[in-house]
């Protein structure tokens, strides 16, 4: 009787532990690596931006705010927008456009009219971009947010 009590304890002993060990081996579906998969459409419709920063070295600050206005193909038509460079303002400015986004999320700007270049990244699905201006002697960043009305 007890090396059958004995072998029974074994056996279940046994098959639990294999159950707690192989329950740790399952990988759900939202562990594994997303694979990325952007494209311009990624991007489209209104986008609320707010970037701020320095135009050259230790000198003017620079604020901005704009609603743009992407159409999924890489044109951005900047509907309004006010600039704040070294205490100047001015209102009421619009812009065109281009950007391009790689199947890794990430995107260029390039703003015809202020010469700017920004890099980005693409998160949420194309609901936020966050920016940095790539050009010689700025250090200026900010954030485009997809607007619903």
């Keep these: 009787m ?27 579906a939202e562990d594994a690596p997303r694979k990325l998969s952007c494209t311009n459409k990624t991007l489209q419709g209104d986008y609320a931006s707010q970037v701020s920063g320095f135009q050259n070295p230790g000198a003017t600050p620079f604020n901005l705010l704009f609603l743009d206005r992407f159409d999924g193909n890489g044109n951005i038509q900047g509907i309004k927008g006010a600039t704040s460079t070294g205490g100047e303002v001015a209102q009421d400015l619009s812009d065109t456009s281009t950007y ?34 790539t050009d010689s002697g700025t250090n200026i960043s900010g954030v485009l947010e997809k607007v619903n009305y």
């Design 2 to 28: 007890f090396l059958k009590n004995r072998v029974l304890t074994t056996v279940f002993s046994t098959i639990f532990a294999l159950g707690f060990v192989s329950t740790g081996t399952f990988v759900k």
């Design 100 to 133: 391009q986004v790689n199947s890794d999320c990430t995107v260029t700007l390039s703003f015809q009219n202020q010469k700017f270049k920004y890099f980005g990244v693409i998160v949420n699905n194309g609901k936020k971009v966050l920016i940095l201006e």
